[in-house]
């Protein structure tokens, strides 16, 4: 017998949450609650019935289609949010029914895929970067033995999964999508660690490329690097690619400064250019993996 699902979609910018669903036309925001029992609910989300696979997409396109988006050199309309689309089994959305949550992420661009990089674009962009790392730290943590709390509360997005974290009884599937086009190797390069990273492995070819490609001038531990051995090693990494910024590194930034950095720290160094950044903040990370592997042999 067919009871139909419930959809409830919304979506997260920032420290804002609006309604997808609401055909009011006045803006919705929405509010994120704890009750007693620690679960997560969304208070003030239309929900909307749907009684076959069509309704059902069709439904999803009318909310995907309220997304705050942006022009952009690359894409008409880049998502500038993250979206959240609730599916709940039965006619109604409510506790205790199963549910399948999807998150589309907002993705992120180069400096060159913009035109117009104002004050709001570069805000938005490092809104979104926050809320991703604060996602990936939730991931890094529950994989740690250590016994730590995952840090829900970093992000309006962490708090609204937090319940799908918790429960033993959820799965969650973390899916990338890549392009074919090779002017866009960067970013899929970039899609597929941050896939790694939720995953906790590393790409193969990375390691490989430690181990084949031994250096008789490699550096010690990361920790351990003076200054000049980080001006060194900005210059270096990706190819040389980053070496226009090695000189903006401020007096003092030694190896126990630059290892505690986090990505959008390294994105500022960069100039913006986030697709650098990542690759220098994982080849660092590499790095310091290959010297504490060293260490323990």
């Known amino acids: 017998r067919d009871l139909g699902v419930a959809l409830v979609a919304f979506e997260i910018a920032g420290k804002s949450m609006r309604d997808l669903l609401d055909t009011s036309g006045a803006a919705k925001e929405l509010k994120v609650m704890e009750d007693k029992e620690h679960r997560t609910h969304v208070l003030g989300a239309t929900a909307r019935a749907a009684g076959s696979p069509d309704e059902l997409l069709e439904l999803m396109r009318s909310a995907q289609a309220h997304r705050a988006t942006r022009a952009t050199q690359v894409n008409d309309a880049s998502s500038r949010s993250h979206a959240v689309y609730r599916i709940y089994l039965g006619a109604a959305a409510g506790p205790g029914r199963p549910v399948l949550t999807l998150v589309d992420c907002a993705g992120s661009e180069r400096r060159e895929d913009s035109s117009h990089h104002d004050f709001q674009s570069r805000k938005d962009a490092a809104e ?26 970093d992000s309006l997005l962490t708090r609204v999964l937090s319940d799908s974290f918790a429960s033993d009884r959820a799965l969650i599937v973390a899916i990338g999508t890549v392009s074919p086009s090779a002017t866009d190797t960067e970013h899929s390069i970039g899609t597929l660690r941050a896939l790694q990273q939720l995953q906790g492995t590393q790409m193969a070819f990375e390691v490989r490329e430690d181990v084949a490609r031994p250096r008789a001038n490699d550096l010690p531990h990361p920790r351990t690097w003076s200054e000049e051995d980080v001006r060194r090693w900005v210059s270096a990494a990706a190819g040389g690619r980053a070496s226009a910024h090695a000189a903006a590194l401020t007096r003092g930034t030694d190896g126990k400064n630059i290892t505690r950095w986090p990505l959008q720290r390294f994105a500022m160094l960069c100039g913006g250019d986030e697709g650098l950044a990542a690759l220098l903040y994982q080849d660092l990370k590499n790095r310091q993996q290959g010297a504490s592997r060293a260490a323990a042999a």
């Open 128 to 153: 979104i970067n926050s809320t991703i790392f604060a996602l990936k730290e939730c991931f890094r943590v529950m994989r740690s033995s250590k016994g730590q709390q995952p840090p829900y509360r």
